[in-house]
């Protein structure tokens, strides 16, 4: 029973379910670039966090690293209740970080870490810095991660 409670929610970062079709990477990768990124004199990293996902508790300390580190770009945190953001429309999993070159163009979207929770594992957010910083056209869809993600929920669109 231990087992299952404190493993339950490591999973791929792709959401899956039964009644779901294949994932589609590149049809992901073309909404994501239909979103009008904000543009700024550095970076901007998207945060998305989903406050009823268990996983969330280990990356919020995290975000504040990055946010100290990184104070002089643009955090943007988009949180799950907010039904407003145009942001979540790019939100698969949480907790999840898209990172905007200084362009706008998408340079990253996936986990903080490559380890089961945040602050487990290499830094991938420092990575993606590090790159941007030798060439301003890396880009990275990190999609095949595994640890402790939960699927986005699905906002219904009112009618």
Request: hydrophobic content about 35%; aromatic content about 12%.
């Given at each position: 029973?231990?087992?299952y409670?404190?493993?339950?929610?490591?999973t791929?970062?792709?959401?899956?379910?039964?009644?779901?079709?294949?994932?589609?990477?590149?049809?992901?990768?073309?909404?994501?670039?239909?979103?009008?990124?904000?543009?700024?004199?550095?970076?901007?990293?998207?945060?998305?966090?989903?406050?009823?996902?268990?996983?969330?508790?280990?990356?919020?300390?995290?975000?504040?690293?990055?946010?100290?580190?990184?104070?002089?770009?643009?955090?943007?945190?988009?949180?799950?209740?907010?039904?407003?953001?145009?942001?979540?429309?790019?939100?698969?999993?949480?907790?999840?970080?898209?990172?905007?070159?200084?362009?706008g163009?998408?340079?990253?979207?996936?986990?903080?870490?490559?380890?089961?929770?945040?602050?487990?594992?290499?830094?991938?957010?420092?990575v993606?810095?590090?790159?941007?910083?030798?060439?301003?056209?890396?880009?990275?869809?990190?999609?095949?991660?595994?640890?402790?993600?939960?699927?986005?929920?699905?906002?219904?669109?009112?009618?």
């Open positions: 029973g231990l087992w409670f404190f493993n339950r929610d490591i791929s970062f792709i959401p899956s379910g039964a009644n779901e079709q294949p994932y589609d990477a590149k049809a992901y990768e073309s909404q994501l670039k239909t979103i009008i990124w904000p543009k700024s004199d550095g970076l901007t990293f998207i945060h998305y966090i989903d406050d009823a996902c268990s996983c969330t508790r280990f990356s919020l300390a995290h975000i504040e690293d990055l946010k100290a580190a990184y104070s002089e770009n643009q955090h943007i945190v988009v949180r799950s209740s907010a039904s407003d953001s145009i942001y979540q429309l790019a939100a698969m999993s949480s907790p999840s970080v898209a990172v905007i070159s200084k362009s163009q998408l340079a990253y979207y996936g986990p903080y870490t490559d380890g089961a929770t945040c602050q487990q594992g290499d830094d991938l957010v420092e993606v810095v590090q790159n941007l910083e030798r060439d301003e056209t890396f880009e990275w869809l990190n999609l095949l991660s595994s640890g402790c993600f939960c699927a986005w929920p699905k906002n219904e669109d009112p009618k």
